[in-house]
């Protein structure tokens, strides 16, 4: 379940990672790469995605596929 921060619904990377299928080191290459969509980094240093990001990117490679 996405956690809310001032009205953004954020993901953990362990969520991301369960939703992709892929480990936490593809994600960090692909944020390193500027691939998918950016990490936000909280004020404690925890890192999290927006899930209307995440969403957004989803439709983008759907789309890129049809």
């Known amino acids: 379940m996405p956690a809310q ?3 953004r619904r954020l993901l ?14 593809t994600l960090r290459r692909w944020a390193k790469a500027g691939i998918g969509p950016r ?4 004020t404690d ?8 990001a995440v969403e957004a990117f989803e439709r ?5 596929r049809a």
């Open 39 to 42: 990490p936000v980094r909280l």
């Open 60 to 64: 983008a490679l759907a789309g890129d």
């Open 5 to 7: 921060v001032e009205g």
């Open 12 to 25: 953990r990377p362990a969520e991301l990672e369960r939703r992709w299928d892929v480990s936490r080191s």
């Open 45 to 52: 240093g925890t890192v999290r995605y927006e899930l209307a």
